[in-house]
């Protein structure tokens, strides 16, 4: 989704202070991510983060 707002970007039909936000956010869900992973690694635990999961048909269909 982040790649279309940037194409969008590029196309000039979403403004630049738009696109900023977006990814101000996007970095922010980044740094939570990896805080949590941090945490569940040092507490051995294996952590259940909703956008980090794949869907069972993915995980199945990416296997080489």
Not at 5 to 29: P, Q, W, Y
Not at 35 to 44: G, I, M, N, S, T
């Amino acid at each position: 989704e982040l790649q279309q707002v940037f194409d969008e970007l590029r196309a000039g039909s979403i403004k630049h202070k738009e696109v900023s936000e977006l990814t101000n956010c996007v970095g922010k869900m980044i740094g939570l991510a990896k805080v949590q992973l941090e945490y569940h690694a040092l507490r051995k635990e294996i952590p259940n983060i909703l956008f980090l999961s794949a869907p069972k048909e993915a995980k199945a269909t990416s296997k080489p």
